[in-house]
């Protein structure tokens, strides 16, 4: 009887133990989430979007399209044409939209794309890249040179 109970004792012990285990926060979801909050203290709009086709990110399965970082900003008074933009050797390339933004240079890193339309300018990025939010300040400025093209 003795090793019944020993037994039933260690394995609620167990339990306990990993549910606790269970509930710690991954450090990276951690990251992400602070990097997301400082983003909209900044008025960076972040957000979680299925990558667009003509991005070219890889899908996530032949069926279902990845998931994809979106941070924006909005410009109330701006009328912006539609342009689609890829990066290309930290370059963009026009994919659809004004030429003038071809070639122009990009510092940032782990950007897919940036897109512009009416009042917002937006990029797709790798938010892997950067878990720290060291860019967030540049990302803004960024977007909002683009603007003023």
């Not at 026009?94 to 003038?100: I, N, Q």
Request: proline content about 5%; charged content about 25%; hydrophobic content about 50%.
């Amino acid at each position: 009887m003795d090793n019944v109970g020993i037994w039933v004792t260690v394995v609620i012990v167990i339990f306990v133990v990993g549910s606790i285990f269970g509930l710690r926060v991954n450090p990276r979801e951690k990251a992400l989430g602070i990097m997301r909050d400082k983003a909209r203290k900044i008025a960076l709009h972040p957000r979680l979007v299925a990558a667009p086709d003509w991005t070219n990110i890889p899908k996530a399965t032949e069926n279902r399209a990845s998931m994809v970082a979106y941070y924006s900003v909005l410009i109330p008074e701006a009328r912006l044409p539609l342009m689609r933009a890829l990066v290309e050797e930290q370059k963009l390339r026009v994919v659809h939209g004004d030429e003038k933004f071809n070639d122009l240079p990009i510092a940032l890193k782990g950007i897919y794309a940036i897109d512009m339309q009416a009042n917002c300018v937006g990029l797709y990025w790798d938010e892997e890249s950067d878990l720290r939010a060291t860019q967030l300040e540049d990302i803004k400025a960024y977007l909002h040179s683009l603007a003023e093209l």
